[in-house]
């Protein structure tokens, strides 16, 4: 007798994993085993996890809890960078899929599975980030993703299999969001939202208030950095998952962190994505004015030059790149005196910091003050400026009137 496939599956409990069980074991001679990493989902979505995936047909699901190494290891690095995709996505999916497939992955390897399989669609970009770890980590390991070969095709088709097969999820006709929750945010999509004309209904939101019921008295609070990332509030130094917790909670009370923005994906179409990021939100405003009292000026210009590439990086499921990992070494170098720390005052939606300090501060009072100072000479000006200027001088003098007798040819014809 043959043995069986053991196929280890990202399982989530939602509605695609859930259905994805049965037709595997239509589809393969198999044992499918569930893996999920626990990345802040809440809860919630893990309690009773495992039992929801025996019912399913699953051997079981193995739960691991990745929050501090998540943070630590994936979240903090972006966080260096103060990577955001497309100036307001501040990439909470694109950051822990790179851990969930590397548990995964391991998983995998340690019970000697065969495949793998994911939940992800052909549409999306989850499918490259799972896909992409797969090969760097797994390589060997037959890799399967339904959404290629059944004939479901949209999430009333699956709400459809799942009642055929007596599998209970939480998703309905009336309210269908895909929603991705970790401790960094949550993501929104489908139904109501699927149209960029639709406002996002009341009944999107999870994390965060609305902004216009939010408190009428500012809130403000202190974050401690060291080394470019946060390690306490107030003073009270606290673990990573402590600490985004707590900043979700009082940035959510004052609905902060609201992000409504058509994307582009990897696969080349536009699609629309509600975000909260409370605490992330505030992280990075904190970040931003640390770096600027702490960095210098070339080094904080080069980060910001290479951002965009890093937020590429992550966004498309290259987490473990050499190009990431190498750039990732620049950030951590760069960021290295970025320590201290900043004030930041939430009030209706906003998180405004308000003041900073450093052991580190390049800021010198005597020499930026309109007033007497006694480490800047006003003469030294002079030959700076005609020495920078120098090279547009000669332009002008040699080729100026040139070219505005070219610019009257040009307007005359």
Not at 61 to 78: G, H, K
Not at 261 to 284: A, F, H, W
Not at 294 to 323: I, N, Q, S
């Amino acid at each position: 007798m043959s043995k069986k496939k053991k196929i280890v599956l990202a399982y989530s409990g939602g509605l695609d994993t859930s259905i994805i069980v049965p037709w595997l074991k239509e589809h393969h001679d198999c044992e499918v085993y569930g893996y999920c990493g626990d990345v802040g989902q809440g809860e919630e979505e893990l309690r009773g996890l495992e039992e929801k995936a025996r019912a399913s047909g699953a051997v079981g699901c193995r739960v691991d809890d990745l929050r501090r190494e998540w943070l630590q290891d994936y979240v903090w690095p972006c966080v260096r960078a103060m990577t955001v995709y497309e100036g307001r996505y501040l990439l909470g999916t694109s950051m822990a899929r790179a851990i969930l497939a590397k548990g995964q992955v391991d998983y995998a390897l340690s019970i000697g599975a065969d495949a793998v399989a994911h939940g992800c669609t052909g549409k999306g970009n989850d499918q490259v980030r799972f896909e992409l770890a797969y090969q760097t980590l797994g390589p060997d390991l037959e890799v399967i993703a339904p959404w290629r070969h059944w004939d479901i095709r949209s999430r009333e088709d699956a709400l459809d299999y799942a009642d055929k097969h007596g599998i209970k999820v939480t998703a309905s006709r009336t309210k269908i969001y895909s929603r991705d929750r970790n401790l960094w945010h949550i993501s929104h999509e489908g139904g109501a939202l699927e149209s960029p004309g639709n406002a996002p209904p009341d009944d999107v939101w999870m994390m965060t208030a609305d902004p216009r019921q939010a408190p009428d008295q500012a809130e403000e609070l202190t974050l401690d950095f060291e080394h470019g990332v946060p390690v306490g509030i107030n003073g009270e130094r606290q673990p990573a998952e402590v600490l985004l917790a707590r900043l979700n909670e009082i940035g959510g009370k004052h609905g902060v962190g609201r992000v409504d923005i058509c994307e582009n994906r990897l696969v080349g179409m536009k699609s629309r994505g509600v975000y909260e990021t409370p605490g992330g939100t505030i992280v990075l405003e904190a970040a931003r004015t640390l770096r600027a009292l702490t960095m210098e000026r070339d080094t904080l210009r080069l980060c910001e030059k290479l951002m965009p590439d890093y937020a590429d990086l992550v966004y498309t499921g290259r987490w473990f790149h050499p190009a990431r990992r190498a750039m990732d070494a620049l950030f951590a170098e760069a960021t290295q005196f970025v320590t201290g720390a900043v004030r930041v005052r939430l009030y209706k939606g906003t998180a405004t910091a308000v003041s900073s300090t450093s052991q580190y501060s390049l800021y010198s009072e005597d020499l930026a003050t309109f007033g007497q100072s006694a480490a800047f000479d006003h003469a030294d000006s002079y030959g700076f400026v005609k020495l920078y200027g120098l090279p547009g001088a000669v332009v002008a003098k040699v080729q100026g009137a040139q070219a505005e007798g070219a610019q009257a040819e040009g307007t005359r014809s």
